[in-house]
């Protein structure tokens, strides 16, 4: 099946030719290019990017991107989409990085209806209860499932606390789904500790964590705020572990921590450049990512090019760009091999796909391997 889906992707290449105004199928991208969620927006674009300079043509027709930066705002995540629709009259969405940013795109791109595949928005009601909204990445109930399935049986952690950005909606809801499965596990949460975006002094909720005495802190944070976390803990002399979700997937995360950030553990998506285990797929992302930007790729990377991968099969199964169609096809996706696994989307929008496990160790983030939860 790997040989076949590769050969499929590669046969987007054999079409060829001049095209006219009308032989043009747009494909809109809504993303964090500034802001406070820069760096994931940043490399899904590029991730798309490749893809479209690999794939540029279905159906006999070229593809053109029309980007939007939505700025890591939730007010210009529903205008980047009003404007693609009625504007740029994209055909189909990709977009976005930012559970609460797709949350309100998703909105309109669902009373437009014009089918929208989410990238990295893990959040399950971005997709919730909407029939042209659809997402490449598995969503945060597995997420905080694996999480608290390696907290508990792989470490052997018994006692967690939590640390939540309350006015974020991956926050909050990646920190219950752990809450719920840690406890379902027999596990104890000790602790529930609450901040705000913009936030930099977190001493009274560490020194509160602290009296608990937990085993690990699960903290659901983006990189920024997660690695002033880390530092001021080690400041304070704490001893617990922390854990983390695929926010913290940045390589300044260590920049800005230090050596506070060494031991942390983290969920991500199931893909990154050291992985001893590599489909076809991912292996000839990675050699041309790197051929293409000579840097490392990570997973944001990775979903940038897989949804883009998913809406050119979509587009070539309904045969037709039309809009309708275009969801139609989507919501039949089966077995689509991708860099982050095998795509299939269930009844809900959502593909089901194993967690991957990530550590920092001597500096460099380090992929220990995934889990089922």
């Known amino acids: 099946m790997r040989k076949l889906a590769l050969a499929f992707l590669m046969c987007f290449l054999l079409v060829g030719g001049a095209f006219a105004a009308d032989d043009v199928i747009k494909v809109g991208f809504y993303n964090c290019l500034t802001g406070q969620n820069a760096f994931g927006g940043q490399l899904e674009l590029e991730g798309i990017q490749l893809a479209n300079k690999q794939f540029p043509e279905i159906l006999g027709k070229k593809i053109e991107l029309v980007v939007i930066d939505n700025k890591s705002d939730k007010v210009e995540a529903a205008n980047a989409v009003t404007r693609l629709i009625e504007s740029d009259n994209v055909n189909v969405i990709i977009g976005t990085y930012g559970s609460s940013l797709a949350i309100a795109g998703g909105e309109v791109a669902e009373v437009s209806r014009v089918p929208m595949l989410g990238t990295s928005c893990t959040n399950p009601l971005v997709t919730q209860g909407k029939r042209y909204i659809f997402r490449a990445c598995f969503i945060d109930p597995l997420q905080g499932a694996g999480a608290a399935a390696y907290a508990y049986r792989e470490l052997g952690y018994k006692k967690a606390a939590l640390l939540v950005e309350v006015t974020n909606d991956y926050s909050v809801g990646l920190a219950k789904f752990f809450n719920d499965n840690f406890t379902a596990l027999g596990g104890e949460v000790v602790s529930e500790m609450r901040y705000q975006a913009g936030d930099t002094d977190f001493t009274a909720q560490l020194t509160e964590i602290m009296s608990k005495e937990p085993d690990v802190v699960f903290l659901p944070a983006y990189f920024a705020e997660g690695a002033i976390i880390l530092k001021q803990a080690k400041e304070l002399g704490a001893t617990f572990r922390f854990m983390g979700g695929d ?127």
């Open 247 to 373: 926010a913290m997937d940045n390589p300044d995360m260590v920049t800005l921590g230090g050596d506070a950030v060494e031991g942390f553990v983290y969920t991500g998506f199931a893909y990154a450049p050291d992985m001893p285990e590599m489909n076809d797929v991912a292996k000839k992302f990675t050699d041309d990512w790197y051929a293409e930007y000579n840097k490392d790729p990570n997973a944001n990377a990775a979903l940038g090019y897989d949804a883009y991968i998913l809406v050119l099969d979509a587009i070539r199964r309904a045969g037709s760009a039309e809009p309708e169609k275009i969801r139609d096809a989507l919501e039949a996706t089966k077995d689509v091999l991708t860099v982050t696994g095998t795509t299939t989307l269930d009844a809900d929008h959502n593909p089901q796909k194993d967690i991957g496990i990530l550590e920092i160790k001597d500096g460099k983030k380090v992929f220990v391997g995934t889990i089922v939860p």
